[in-house]
Every structure is written in structure tokens, then in C-alpha cells.
């Protein structure tokens, strides 16, 4: 079991690296509000890949393969939902960083932080094919208990790269703060683009 763990670990700190949904809303979460609540996004989108990691790894890897009309229904819905949180982003008017040395509703700040690091991972069902692509097929053997053990591994790796990328924005205060309204674009932005890049995906199924 603790060899499964460890791929996992490995595994989830891996496939976190690519600048993805979670990692800019962690980023854009350090700058505007606490490091704690930046922590909070880190847990639940690292809650979310686990969930979304056993689910592949136990039950829709094999789905996927006998109903090959999910992924490009799931690609769609992700898309709609990322180009939603773009375009709310770039909307956004940027704000000056608060202090992590002001504690002052950090507690109110992090369910919600949680709640939204956990929505960005569920609302982007790719994640669960990614996991599906990465672990999901060729653990389909390894039994019950290694499966959770990998999907528990894969929840650690991802919370350890997102918090990484937390105290890395959080140091990173006063430049970023230089760079406040091409931050806003620079993260509208690629939400935009991953976004459009699932429709596309989606598209891609439906026509080929």
C-alpha cells in the first residue's frame, strides 16, 4: 500500500506542476486575501483530485471504455465553467494585498476558499479523465486497497505542490502588486484559453 501511495504522492505533486485552474486561483487568492485562505483553495482542490482520483482509478476508468460519449459531455461542461471564472476574473477590478499579518475574517475566508478550491477541480470533470488517462487504466488491477491508497497519495502530492505555489505568491506580494491589473488578464486569461481549449476538445469528439 505504501508503494502506491508514494506513486501517487508522486504523481499528484507531478500533474500539478502545469499552470492549471487551482494553481491561478491559489495565486490570485495569496495576492488578494490570506495565505491562509490560499492554503484552504490548495486542501480543497487537492480534496477534489483525490475524490476525482479514486473514482477513476475504481469505477470510471472501466465506464469509459464502454461509453465513449461521457468524455466530450464532460470536456463541454468543463469548459463553460472555466470560461465563467475567466471572464469573472477579468471583470474584476484589481485590489491592494492584504497582510497575512491581519488575521481579520481569515477564519470567515477559509470554507469559502475551500469550497472554491474544491469547485474548481469538480466543475472540471477533465480532471477526472485526466486521472482516468494517468492512473485509471493500468491500475485496474491492483486491487481495491492500493487503488485508495494511490488516490490518497495523489490527494497529498496535489495539496503539497498547491500550498508550494501559496507561499511562493505570498512572498511574492509587493511585486505582484506592481503587476495587479496584468495579473487580472494574465489569469482571465488562461482560464479563457483552458476554457475554450475543452470545448474544443469536446467539438473534437462530436465531429471526428
Known sequence: MLKYFMIGAIGGAVTGIPIGPVNIA?????YRHHL?????????????DMLYALIGILWFGPLVKTRPHIPPILYAFSGVALIIYGIMILRSRPVGPR???????????????????FALII????TLLAWVVFFGTWMADVGKMNGVSAAVGIGAGSFLWFA????????????????????????????????????GKAAHYWLS
Do not use: C, E, H
Open 26 to 30: 491559489v495565486i490570485d487568492t495569496a
Open 36 to 48: 491562509k485562505r490560499a492554503i484552504a483553495v490548495a486542501l480543497g482542490g487537492a480534496l477534489a
Open 99 to 117: 497582510s497575512d499579518d491581519d488575521d481579520s475574517g481569515s477564519k470567515a475566508y477559509f470554507w469559502s476558499g475551500l469550497a472554491l478550491g
Open 123 to 126: 466543475f472540471n470533470p477533465s
Open 164 to 199: 508550494f505555489v501559496a507561499v511562493l505568491a505570498s512572498r511574492g506580494k509587493r511585486f505582484l502588486q506592481a503587476k495587479a491589473m496584468l495579473l487580472n488578464r494574465i489569469i482571465g486569461l488562461f482560464l479563457l484559453g483552458f476554457g475554450v481549449y475543452s470545448i
